[in-house]
């Protein structure tokens, strides 16, 4: 990394270009690494490209990072100037902001997206501000879950505008950027990164402020996480030492998986990246637990001679009224999932975190997801409403708002 490239960041940073996710990979690279306490290649032990011992230490042999950091340049004055920067800019763009809370999984399909945008819907309708923000950089669902898909966010002089769901809810996804919705972002991880920074740090979040930033990931432990967690950690770390002001918390995490072991294996990995990184985990969430519906709700096949499937729901329903009117509002439910041991509940507590209960598989859940709307309001009484509720219970406990005005969210 030479000189002119330092020089180009820091530019870049001071007049926030709008551009600057279009430059080289050279330019990313480096980003990339002056971001990072400790590189995600770094072995075990690692003091950081910033510190004095970098590339001296013990735990630096035959690490792939040794010899640049060895070098200086990531703990020379500039540096730290460039970090600073970055820093400061970041806490700038969230100085709004209460609580921030992470949604995780080292698996892919357990349900984040839909933890994350029904967390953000429920949480609004009670009256808190919420803003998500989408770093799924290769797979946003976020706009179309929250509604909002096929709008787009403008640049102003301070920024980037985030599209309100409604009044309470505002959104960020590169899904916004993007001319087609099936457009494949074929990306890097210094590129990615280079966009979450800009995510971080050129968002004008609501004026008035938010109650909680919810942040949507990628599954695993991959580029996006070890970035968003250290600019979040970097750029926060201080704010506690500003008296007389509120300050943004890194409120910490919901970990989201299914019941059967294929997923949880890979949660233990996000659990302990937690650890790693001092992280603290709000709870699990029990996603697709079991499949749970309305028996009225349910559809009917038999085979006639053919072999063909014919649906007999209307006949089989109207049969149950007339014998058994009592039933028609019992709940049907199925194991989808194989459990496999203690099972979720059994890994919160191996682990020490609060177990945040199972949302089951609800087809007025998925529904409201793929409609966009907000499933407590327009399924007030669907089997997963419960569930979903307490999830929310739990985090405004766990992340009590801080009120600096007469304006109370609802039943507060």
């Known amino acids: 990394v030479d000189q002119p490239i330092t020089q180009l960041f820091i530019h870049a940073f001071r007049f926030r270009a709008s551009h600057s996710i279009l430059l080289n990979s050279k330019y990313y690279y480096f ?114 879950m929250l509604g909002c898909a096929g709008r787009t966010v403008h640049k102003s002089g301070s920024g980037w505008m985030p599209v309100y769901a409604n009044p309470n809810l505002s959104v960020m996804s590169i899904a916004f950027l993007l001319g087609d919705d099936d457009a494949a972002v074929v990306w890097r991880g210094p590129r990615k990164n280079g966009l979450i920074k800009q995510f971080l740090t050129e968002t004008c979040w609501d004026e008035e402020g938010l109650d909680y930033l919810i942040i949507d990931t990628p599954p695993g432990t991959s580029d996006e996480h070890i970035s968003t967690v250290q600019y979040l950690q970097g750029a926060l770390a201080s704010t506690t030492e500003e008296s007389n002001q509120q300050t943004t918390k890194l409120g910490g995490a919901i970990m989201v998986t299914t019941p059967e072991e294929v997923a949880m294996m890979d949660v233990r990995k996000e659990l302990n990246f937690c650890k790693k990184t001092n992280l603290p985990v709000l709870g699990i ?99 997963a409403v419960s569930a979903l509720n307490y999830i929310a219970d739990h985090i405004v406990q766990s992340l009590p708002v801080e009120e600096n005005n007469e304006d109370a969210p609802m039943g507060e």
């Open 31 to 144: 980003i990339a690494i002056m971001s990072e306490e400790k590189p995600a290649n770094a072995n075990e032990g690692c003091v950081g490209p910033s510190s004095s011992q970098a590339g001296k230490a013990s735990a630096c042999e035959g690490c792939p990072n040794q010899k640049v950091c060895a070098s200086g340049q990531f703990s020379s004055p500039e540096a730290q100037r460039v970090k600073d920067l970055e820093h400061a800019s970041i806490r700038n763009s969230l100085s709004n902001v209460q609580h921030v809370i992470l949604v995780l999984s080292g698996k892919g399909g357990v349900g984040k997206s839909t933890v994350c945008c029904q967390l953000a819907h429920t949480l609004s309708s009670r009256g808190y501000g919420v803003g998500v923000l989408d770093v799924d950089i290769c797979g946003p669902s976020v706009a179309r």
């Open 285 to 383: 969430v029990e996603n697709m637990s079991r499949f749970q519906t309305k028996l009225q709700d349910l559809k009917f096949l038999s085979k006639n001679d053919s072999g063909v499937e014919e649906d007999r729901t209307e006949e089989v329903l109207s049969m149950l009224r007339e014998k058994c009117p009592e039933i028609m509002d019992t709940s049907v439910v199925a194991d989808v999932f194989p459990p496999s041991g203690t099972g979720p509940r059994g890994m919160a507590t191996k682990f020490n975190v609060p177990y945040l209960g199972a949302l089951p598989l609800d087809p007025n859940l998925l529904k409201s997801c793929d409609e966009g709307k907000c499933f407590v309001q327009y399924f007030p009484h669907s089997a």
